[in-house]
């Protein structure tokens, strides 16, 4: 499949014709889900759910359909009857042709004061790609292209390092890298990359590989 990079923490995944979008939020492309045949969202906070970014999708392809949990649905379903499915940890479903697995149920602990809200995983086609949302999960099967949420108010780089240790994935992308400066991505790639012990790859904007 063709994997896209989007900014932050969206990707999109194209096989056999159809397009599969994940977690287009505020700090992603005002188009970034247009053209989507299924969006997938794996939380609540603006940087991963934009509602403007769903409905320009929804709106673009009328027979597209969203795959989120209870706290995203709630805000968007109105909106499209019948075209957004609510999904927890545990779920499989097939979305755009691709075989869908949830894995997770809360976000990362930001801080000890801050309550923890709901986040789901979505592990796609039984492994080929992986992408955790705002949460350093462990699917129960092998990954091979961890979507690798590198910086964030709630994790530091030794906390990425062990979770690429523990999952062993071929390979992990960077996303979750808005807030990263062009100064210290030298310092992440070459410590998660001798680290890690997986290929560490990274992808700008708008730029594709094939996984």
Known sequence: MKLTKKSHACIRLEKDGRTLVIDPGTFSEEDAAVGADAILVTHEHLDHFNEDRLRAGMEASPGAEIWTLKSVAEQISAAFPGRVHTVGHGDTFTAAGFDVQVHGELHAVIHPDIPRITNVGYLIDGG?????????????????????????????????????????????????DALLTDLARPIYDNQIGALGGAEHLRLTPGSSAEV
């Open 128 to 176: 080929k790609v992986f992408h955790p949302g705002d949460a350093l999960t462990v699917p129960d099967r092998p990954v091979e292209t961890l979507m690798l949420p590198v910086m964030a108010p709630w994790n530091k780089i030794a906390e990425v390092i062990e979770y690429v240790r523990e999952l062993k994935p071929q390979r992990a992308y960077d996303i979750h």
